[in-house]
């Protein structure tokens, strides 16, 4: 049996190859409120209710008419590849270069803009619990949580990011970014279709659950909890055969690393599991297509494709202690996530990124 703990900012982790559920205990950690409050009311008049391009298109366009010319300016560039590139997973303040991140910062918006900002993202991102929308607001709350304990100016909701790349529109390209630390969204559409929803990176400090603003938050928990689950419904001989060599210390693909995947597939086959095994591989990787509104079309390619599709790991499965490392590699899908040292806390905090083969940047690239 692999067992093992950590103490992540004052709450114990464990778990076991037959339990792959955090179980936490101590106080939950609370602060004070945030601009970016998820409180406030998304419904923005004269938008379709129903989600889809016209509503998505719809809600651009209004939100462009909250802004001065300076800042639509800076909010909506022409599509390129190259502006789509610029996302990472640090602080805006650490961002150096070509990289930094293109867009309009939401601490230059007012309480209304960012009202319609966020109705815009609301639109295209997942609605199920602790995913998509509220997993993206749980991820700047911890942001803000940060920066009110120990991380200063450079963290929290001012720093993150809205960027049209292209005209929303039911012709042509165009993508809807956002972004800052820890955080990378952009959808990619072509002639009002969802044609790319990656590269999306997910990380967050703290790890533990925490309160902000009267409501808990445990962002990328439940993507922690699938994939050790996944891991521990492996037979001790499939453990062995997923098992990497190598000790990782972060993700392969993330912000540059365009197309860094590995020419040959390690670990174990999809192909060779149960069914109950395969359904905990899919129910992982729902945890990451369903950060996006449109998701059908994807979870279905990444179904069809799941005998043809790899899972290795290193490190312990319980996907909490330093190194705990685990990858899906398919023909499309590739799916990463390492457990790193905290950096304004004790403790680890992970690192997630999830991309698409073919689809990255709405295979543009």
Known sequence: MIFAAVVVAGAAFSFSK???????????????????????????????????IDRTICL?????????????????????????????????????????????????MNTE??????ALIKSVAGSSADEGWDELQQLVNADD??????GGKMYGAANYYIALLGTPAKTGTF????????????????????????????????????????????????????LSAMLNGLTDDQLSKAKLGSVYGDIVTGPQNDNAFPATPSGISCSELS??????????????????????????KYTKELDKTYISFSGTTGMVTRNDYVRLDGPSLWLEYICQGGIIMKGTHPHSVWRDKKTDYGGNI
């Open 18 to 52: 037959n339990s792959a559920i955090l179980s936490r205990s101590g106080t939950n950690i609370t602060s004070g409120p945030t601009n970016y409050n998820p409180q406030d009311s998304l419904d923005i008049p004269g938008c379709p209710v129903k989600l889809g």
């Open 175 to 226: 993508e809807i970014q956002f972004g800052g630390h820890h955080l990378a969204f952009g959808n990619t559409y072509k002639d009002g279709v969802l044609v790319g929803a990656t590269p999306s990176f997910r990380g967050v400090e703290p790890f533990t659950t925490f309160t902000w603003n009267g409501k808990s938050n445990q962002p990328i928990q439940q993507e922690q909890a699938a």
């Open 113 to 118: 803009q960012i009202r319609y900002a966020k």
């Open 275 to 300: 069914a109950k095994q395969k359904a905990l591989v899919l129910k992982a990787i729902a945890t990451y297509v369903g950060d996006v509104a449109d998701a059908d079309a994807i979870t279905k």
């Open 60 to 108: 651009a366009d209004a939100f462009k008419k909250q802004l001065t010319d300076a800042q639509v300016a800076q909010a909506q560039l022409p599509y390129s590849v190259v502006s789509a590139k610029r996302w990472s997973n640090l602080p805006q303040g650490m961002v150096r270069g070509n990289t930094n991140r293109v867009g309009l910062g939401f601490g230059s």
């Open 145 to 150: 949580y940060l920066s009110a304990n120990g």
